[in-house]
């Protein structure tokens, strides 16, 4: 039922630019992967076992499109030889707040995919580590373990970007 779909769909519509820009980072792109999400919902909705989990379902599959999308995104600019665009260049800011959240932000885009879409899940959305588990379609102990490891891989490069210092990170020797 087409009605349907598009009412259960519209319903989600804002978590799911929300969870997929938290994932991507970039407003277009995450508009893509809420798209392709929705379109292999609509094409897959037959395969839907249980309609009383069609948000968790909805959301496995946002997810999936958006590790898709940070997959291609790196492989294209692998494809273009250039080594890393995922920082942008540091502004100079007087505000500390400011300051964590673009180091935080650097940090954050590092991770791969698997490991952004379990801090995203837990600690952005706060969902429980069951229901991560559920919405990814994993084991628990996966989850927990890519939820460490996401922790760990965003501290190390918090340290290190700690350890270059402020003037460094502007190009100042």
């Not at 804002?14 to 919902?41: E, K, P, Y």
């Not at 890393?84 to 007087?94: K, M, V």
Request: net charge negative; proline share 6%.
């Amino acid at each position: 039922d087409h009605d349907a779909f598009a009412e259960l769909a519209g319903a989600a519509i804002s978590r799911l630019d929300a969870t997929a820009w938290l994932m991507i980072r970039d407003a277009d792109r995450a508009t893509d992967a809420v798209q392709n999400a929705l379109v292999r919902a609509w094409r897959d909705l037959p395969a839907l076992r249980d309609p009383d989990r069609f948000d968790a379902w909805l959301h496995r599959l946002l997810i999936h499109a958006c590790i898709d999308e940070i997959r291609r995104v790196r492989r294209h600019r692998l494809d273009l030889d250039i080594t890393d665009l995922s920082d942008p260049p540091a502004i100079a800011d007087t505000s500390s707040a400011f300051a964590d959240r673009d180091q935080l932000e650097r940090g954050f885009r590092r991770l791969g995919p698997d490991e952004r879409a379990v801090i995203v899940l837990h600690h952005y959305l706060d969902l429980p580590l069951p229901q991560v588990a559920s919405t990814l379609g994993i084991p628990l102990g996966t989850t927990k373990s890519r939820l460490y490891r996401g922790l760990l891989e965003m501290r190390a490069a918090l340290d290190a970007d700690d350890r270059t210092g402020p003037d460094s990170r502007e190009g100042r020797p």
